[in-house]
């Protein structure tokens, strides 16, 4: 038999009648560990949620097709314009109002025209299947130079005049017009402070936002 231990010597001594204190402490702990574990898997789908809804937002990647494994809407647009005849007359960027397109004035239309060319016809066309397969809804916005066109009563007439051509085009090609809206800004906002030719050719544009 072993030897008796003496209560005085004994720190951790309990008594029989209230070993359930141990059985409590191991309960306590497992739920310690379980509302951490729950608690640590909550935050992770939090941030899931947030990151996912973010990849919805017009900045930076504004894609619909996330979740479908699809490339995002910059991404297409701007591997459309590398392989179109005009990329080089053609920009886009990611800004505040959606996905921006801005095509180049004198490489679609004649200087103070608002007649699409032949070779512009047929970039838009590529391009507008593009555009006919997002759910998104379009703006088309017309811009100049400062200058005053000829035979046109002011900016706000040959630019506008320019983004309805695109949007007539679009429309005609099968786009609904209740997806489009057409707005002319004239000479209001410029890119450039044209103090060149080159930069009041830049000023003369017709952007196509993707409106997220």
């Known amino acids: 038999m072993g030897e008796l231990i ?26 310690l560990c379980f509302f951490i574990l729950l608690f640590s898997t909550c935050t992770y789908e939090t941030m899931k949620f947030k990151s996912l809804a973010a990849s919805f937002k017009p900045l930076p990647a504004g894609t ?38 801005a095509f180049k004035a004198s490489a679609y239309f004649k200087a103070g025209s608002a007649k699409l060319n032949a070779k512009a016809l047929k970039e838009m066309a590529r391009f507008s299947k593009l555009i006919f397969l997002l759910p998104n809804k379009i703006q088309i916005e017309g811009h100049t130079e400062k200058n005053p066109p000829k035979n046109w009563d002011s900016t706000w007439e040959l630019a506008g005049a320019r983004a309805a051509k695109i949007a007539r085009y679009f429309i005609q090609n099968g786009l609904e017009p209740a997806k489009i809206t057409v707005k002319s800004f004239g000479a209001t906002r410029p890119l450039f402070r044209e103090s060149s030719a080159a930069q009041r050719s830049l000023n003369n544009r017709v952007e196509v936002v993707v409106l997220p």
């Open 64 to 101: 619909p097709f996330m979740n479908e494994g699809k490339d995002s809407i910059v991404e297409q647009i701007a591997q459309q314009l590398e392989e179109s005849e005009l990329g080089d007359d053609a920009n886009i960027n990611v800004e505040e109002k959606g996905v921006v397109i």
């Open 6 to 31: 003496d209560e005085e010597d004994c720190e951790v001594c309990v008594p029989f009648d209230q070993e359930w204190i141990f059985t409590y402490g191991d309960l306590v702990t497992l739920l």
